[in-house]
Nanobody
Framework: QVQLVESGGGLVQAGASLRLSCAAS????????MGWFRQAPGKEREFVAV???????RYADSVKGRCSISRDNTKNTAFLQMDSLKPEDTALYYC?????????????????WGQGTQVTVSS
């Protein structure tokens, strides 16, 4: 069965960096977009970034220039490098498998989700 397991979150100070990982199993990883979303308490889940099968990328305006999404198809893993973190980046970060469209940003375009990894940025 499809499994997505996130790791790499933590508690950091503003300005720090984190690298999130998403280990995938149970399907042909190279055939799918991989996206990252986040959800803060009391807010809706929001798009962060997506990487296509071929390595094309798309970012939310709120993280553009501070985040970099990548993938290693030999290790079935997607990554989200986050730099210059801000307190407003605090959220539960999810990775998801994208089955529909080209570099989709809508949650409904993704069919499997991980459990999330918490990122907390203190000021």
């Amino acid at each position: 069965q499809v499994q997505l397991v996130e790791s790499g979150g933590g508690l950091v100070q503003a300005g720090a960096s984190l690298r999130l990982s998403c280990a995938a199993s149970g399907y042909t990883f190279a055939n799918y977009n991989m996206g990252w979303f986040r959800q803060a308490p009391g807010k809706e889940r929001e798009f962060v970034a997506v990487v296509s099968r071929w390595g094309g990328t798309r970012y939310a305006d709120s993280v553009k220039g501070r985040c970099s999404i990548s993938r290693d198809n030999t290790k079935n893993t997607a990554f989200l490098q986050m730099d210059s973190l801000k307190p407003e980046d605090t959220a539960l970060y999810y990775c998801a498998r994208g089955g529909i469209g080209f570099l989709p940003s809508e949650p409904h375009a993704y069919d499997f989700w991980g459990q999330g990894t918490q990122v907390t940025v203190s000021s």
